[in-house]
């Protein structure tokens, strides 16, 4: 298989800066949908059968396409891989920045987040094939174009074809160091609506209940919550409040990120957080909070542990060590875990600088990655994992 691998990587580089010099950003559906193109272009010349799907309008606004890729193997286990075609990046920045290769490392808007392990997937099942391995009954490549805005239009057919997986492999990167993840932190949402009385902040400043005073004492005791128990984080994002330096501000709005690795965690700060949001210590001020569960968190179960020893066995008999890390972020691994579905993530290249101009992925990683993901999806065919 590594050999195999090996002998794709020039395609693989070429096929690369193609996909990288398509501007795919969440918000222009049309990018997105010209990445699909592509993608299944791909895909249908390596033996895929390919489904497209409009997806439907949410929040109001319109997504691009999501592809769904099928193929058959000998028989045996039913292996789901996951991965997505947007970006963060607005049009015109693929032309800004094309797709160059330095020092061994890939660079350009969405080579590691996540074009490159778009194409670990593709060229993992040529590899099968270039072996002559097909010990699985049915892989399965879903591409959605939304993950970057947290997959809501995308979610439902993820998780309708992962209830029917055996395993859930994901093609986010690799950490900097290698590793895998095994486990990611749910996010929750939260907006807080402080409403007090306006007043001339000269004449008559007794007659105002100033919001601004209250959205501090709020942020402060939020701010308390940050860094607790499991590695939970409550970061006050966003401020908005006042008029004029000299009216007593009647209103401010807190934006607010919570993260928790497990779900009773979650759970107990989301509560934490609305007692602290509900609660006015300033007389006259009153708050509405608003919470919105994002995603639940991608907890390390005993079927991620399984699949992360297999993976690391197969790291071993191909030459490097493999690790696994738990991380912040959160990514579609975290819905398809979150069924008891299980899951492995992080079995894209290895990158890192995700969302910045600094986005790399190590181009020397490629054919090891591409092996280990092939190695992992045949060893979970064979029923072996």
Known sequence: MLEAARAREAAFASVLAE????????????GVNRMADRVGELLAADGWTVERHA????????????LIARLRGAGGRRVLLLGHLDTVFPDGTAAARPFRVEDGRGYGPGVCDMKGGLLVGLHAAGVLRD?????????????????????????????????????VLVLEAARENGDVVSSRKGVTTVRIEITGRAAHAGVEPERGR??????ARKIEALHALHDGPDGTTVNVGVVQAGTRSNVV?????LDIDVRASTESALSAVEAEVERIGSTNATEGVTSTVHQSRE???????????ELFR??????????????????????????TSAIGIATLDGLGPVGGDDHSEREWIDMRSVAERTALLAGLISTI???AS
């Open 249 to 253: 501000p009647e209103r401010a709005v």
């Open 310 to 335: 297999t993976a690391r066995a197969i790291a071993a008999d191909l030459g490097f060590a493999l690790d696994e890390a738990a991380t912040g972020g959160a990514s579609d691994a975290n819905a």
């Open 295 to 305: 995603v639940r968190p991608m907890e390390r179960s005993a079927g991620t542990v």
């Open 131 to 167: 072996v002559g391995d097909e010990a699985f009954g049915e892989l399965v490549f879903v591409c959605n174009p939304d993950e970057e805005r947290g997959s809501p239009a995308s979610r439902p057919r993820i998780l309708d074809e992962a209830r029917r997986a055996d395993a």
């Open 381 to 383: 065919g064979r029923g």
């Open 55 to 66: 997806t439907d309008r949410v929040d109001d606004r319109r997504w691009g396409d999501i």
């Open 19 to 30: 996909l990288v010099a398509i501007d795919s950003g969440t918000d222009s559906p049309d």
């Open 210 to 215: 100033s919001a601004v005073v209250e959205a």
